[in-house]
């Protein structure tokens, strides 16, 4: 079955630089990819989609890659602030019905 | 943007009573909403599919007797968690499939921490 995977360790940045997350996937390509934000004891908020056809796809400071060869997607947030801090969720989807998500990845962006 | 509410935030209760959560799309019509649990530093885990008009459809080793869904309109379905014990006590959120300009998206409630004593 296909699984999603994120690096479960938290990453700390500074405030200003550029944090990258990846999620890599392990059996077929998704028909596409979000990543949503997480703050404790919240539920998640979409961030971006993109799909599988679709190189980069870019939204203010946020940006997404999805790598078919590689079969990885990287979520990048440039100039950091410390709001950015949360836990950033991976999930694919190939009907466009329910996501299949990662375990999410811990940003802590210190000033 | 489409809207995603939760009923109750938090709910206590005993072991072997029931508890029911409602979700529901504020501004729009959702045919279909998703339920999920999610227990401590762990992924979301999707429980059940809930169709408007029809059955829940459930993910492999979520019992429908313990959780029941009843997705009676295009705005509200419930997640029934019935005889709750202790190992139940978990983070619940519904979500629900955007339309229009924001089909493809999903959008989830805040969220119903249940705590079973």
């Known amino acids: 079955s296909q699984k999603i995977e994120q690096n479960s360790e938290a990453l700390n940045i500074q405030e200003g630089k550029t944090a990258t997350l990846t999620c890599n996937y392990t059996n077929y390509s998704p028909a596409y990819l979000q990543w949503y934000r997480q703050d404790p004891g919240r539920g998640p908020v979409f961030l971006l989609l993109?799909?599988?056809?679709?190189k980069e796809k870019r939204k203010e400071r946020l940006k997404v890659t999805f790598d078919t060869t590689l079969k990885q997607s990287l979520f990048h947030i440039t100039a950091s602030q410390p709001a950015d801090s949360a836990t950033y969720l991976c999930?694919?989807?190939?009907?466009?019905?329910?996501?299949?998500f990662g375990k999410g990845t811990s940003l802590l962006v210190t000033p | 943007g489409a809207v995603v509410s939760q009923h109750p935030s938090r709910v206590i209760c005993k072991s072997g009573t029931s508890v029911k959560i409602e979700c529901r799309s504020l501004d729009f019509q959702a045919t279909t909403m998703f339920w999920y649990r999610q227990f401590p530093k762990k992924s979301l885990m999707l429980m059940a599919t809930?169709?408007?008009?029809?059955?829940?459809?459930?993910e492999q080793g979520v019992e429908k007797d313990k959780f029941l869904i009843n997705h009676a309109s295009l705005t509200l379905s419930t997640l029934t968690v019935t005889s709750a014990h202790p190992e139940d006590s978990s983070f619940y959120i519904c979500s629900a499939r955007g339309t229009g300009s924001t089909a493809g998206e999903l959008f989830f409630g805040e969220g119903s921490r249940l705590t079973v004593l």
């Open positions: 993109i799909r599988e056809n679709e």
């Open positions: 809930s169709n408007e008009g029809s059955k829940a459809t459930y």
């Open positions: 999930a694919q989807s190939n009907s466009g019905y329910a996501l299949n």
